[in-house]
């Protein structure tokens, strides 16, 4: 499930609902920096999982085998 629009509310609802909730922080934003780290917070604490677009890649390609593992990791690698 992708969240849009207020995410840390949206998250927060999945949360109540006892689902369990993944949230990309580098793919996430806020006005200002500040914000978005007690959103991370926020939702960290109440249980969300917080991770990275890197460690989501990693983990669908499960691992190195994987026939399009070289091709990620060299965007990875590309994008800094």
Do not use: I, Q, Y
């Amino acid at each position: 499930m992708r969240l849009a629009g207020n995410g840390t509310m949206t998250a927060l609802g999945l949360l109540r609902a006892d689902k369990r909730v993944w949230v990309v922080g580098n793919a996430s934003g806020s006005r200002r920096p500040a914000d978005h780290a007690a959103a991370m917070d926020r939702l960290s604490r109440a249980g969300a999982t917080v991770v990275s677009h890197e460690m989501v890649l990693f983990e669908w390609l499960a691992d190195c085998r994987h026939p399009r593992f070289r091709e990620v990791l060299a965007l990875l690698k590309s994008a800094g």
